[in-house]
């Protein structure tokens, strides 16, 4: 019976090589006066059968000679396989080839694993954690031999639970990721973040389950930093413009007044007779009092004084009033009333988003007709701005609007965000857009049984 040498097999005289297989073939062989089975040790990489007697003394050695040979291979064989150099043996035999993974090869793997800086698991389908390594432990505050053979879902809250095994479900066939709370043996909890792949398990129709947990901590204070930031930058932002509105409204507007009063005092002085110096002086007058009045809603949007002193209300009406006047187009508004005033930071917030929303149909919508919705759904209050415009993309439109002055929609993002709400962009091009920010509400105001109805026309 013969073994023959494989492409990945053991030689000597190679002490190197990369990790590979020994191909060999191990039949028994027969006692012929009894008829029983006897072993007969397999040498990878030549013929097993033993050299027969020999007539000459010329054929022992040439028998011999083989034998040191293959003695020679079976001794790399076996130093490869002790140091490392083989992971499986393949065994040639009735029944066809057989692979045998040798005891340790995976090691390289699992020193891999143990050197991440991550948490690594395999979980069976019903949570029980197969391996762990010890960065996992580290996490949880366990001992390794607490953790492996342990449920995963003794680490994690009732509502990650649920979230989990709903993800899982979805997950049969692609990775999935999802950001959860870890209970630590210490009572603390840990913000991860969990990357999970089923794997088909070795030798078995079973499928395991591979997890990679990543610590979040950092990530959520450098996320908690940025927030800061601009919140930060808001609040100065904020400043800047209550500065410059009291800069315009206390000295340009007065400046202007003033020049206004003398041209209409020099108007009033000239004669029918002066005929074009008569002309000019009124004609000075009125853009003098166009740019007084364009300066004053400069200032007012700068930093509306209505807003601190009456409400969110009521700079909604005012400002949906103006810009009708302005722009000539239709504006509809309908605010819930609130007998109690919202935080000043969720009002400026809004009045902020409403600005933007109303400067996006002014420059590129193209609109007729807008519809501004105030209410109080639960906890939060809702501002819905809705246009009949031509619409836009919202996924390419903050790319595309970069730079050119305004919020855009990334700068409301940011305002809703600011107080802990959300905004929504419904758009599609030739369909219009609307715009919903949601913000919750701490102490939440309570709701009057008749709405506030308001429908604004732009003046003839």
């Known amino acids: 019976m013969k073994t023959g040498p494989h492409k990945n097999t053991a030689r000597p005289g190679q002490p190197g090589r990369a990790r590979h297989s020994v191909r060999a073939a191990a039949p028994p062989t027969h006692d012929g006066a009894n008829g029983v089975a006897r072993p007969t040790r397999a040498i990878a990489g030549g013929p097993s059968r033993l050299p027969g007697r020999s007539r000459s003394g010329a054929a022992k050695a040439g028998n011999l000679a083989k034998l040191r040979a293959r003695l020679a291979i079976a001794e790399e064989t076996v130093r490869a396989i002790r140091s490392g150099e083989v992971d499986s043996v393949m065994v040639a035999g009735k029944e066809g080839s057989q692979v045998f993974t040798l005891e340790g090869a995976e090691h390289a793997y699992r020193v891999l694993m143990e050197s991440m800086n991550e948490g690594a698991l395999m979980l069976t389908t019903d949570k029980m954690i197969l391996y762990a390594n010890q960065c996992f ?50 009572g603390s909890h840990l913000p991860v973040q969990i990357s999970i792949r089923p794997m088909a398990k070795s030798g078995s129709k079973g499928v395991t389950i591979g997890m990679v947990v990543t610590d979040m901590t950092e990530a959520r204070r ?9 919140r930060r930058l808001v609040l100065v932002q904020e400043a800047e413009r209550g500065r410059v509105a009291l800069e315009l409204h206390d000295n340009i507007t007065q400046l202007l007044c003033a020049v206004l009063v003398r041209s209409q005092t020099l108007a009033d002085k000239l004669s029918p007779d002066d005929g074009s110096s008569k002309t000019e002086a009124v004609k000075l007058r009125e853009m003098l009092g166009e740019t007084a009045e364009e300066v004053e809603r400069i200032s007012r949007n700068l ?4 807003l601190d002193e009456l409400g969110l209300v009521a700079v909604l009406r ?7 006047d ?5 504006v509809k508004l309908a605010c819930a009333q609130l007998d109690v005033r919202l935080p000043a930071d969720t009002e400026l917030a809004l009045y902020r988003i409403l600005q933007e929303a109303l400067n996006n149909v002014e420059h590129h919508a193209r609109a007729r007709h807008v519809t501004v919705r105030l209410t109080k759904p639960g906890d939060s209050v809702q501002l819905a701005i809705n246009d009949d415009g031509i619409g836009f993309n919202p996924d390419h439109y903050p790319a595309r609007h970069k ?6 929609l990334l700068g409301m993002r940011e305002r809703a965000t600011y107080v802990g709400g959300a905004l929504n962009v419904k758009s599609a091009p030739g369909k219009g857009a609307t715009i919903t920010a949601q ?15 308001a429908s604004v026309e732009p003046k003839p």
């Open 222 to 230: 450098t996320e908690e930093l940025l927030r800061a930031l601009s």
């Open 137 to 186: 432990a580290r996490m949880v505050k366990c001992p390794l031999e607490q953790v492996m053979g342990n449920s995963f879902r003794r680490f994690l809250s009732a509502e990650d639970r649920s979230s989990l095994r709903a993800l899982m479900k979805r997950a049969n066939r692609s990775g999935s990721k999802i950001q959860v709370l870890l209970k630590a043996g210490d």
């Open 326 to 330: 302005r722009m000539g187009v239709s």
């Open 318 to 324: 005012d400002t949906s009033t103006e810009f009708a």
């Open 403 to 408: 730079g050119k002055g305004g919020l855009g």
């Open 439 to 453: 913000i919750p509400l701490g102490k939440s105001p309570r709701e009057a049984e008749i709405p506030l109805m």
């Open 303 to 306: 930093r509306p004084s209505v």
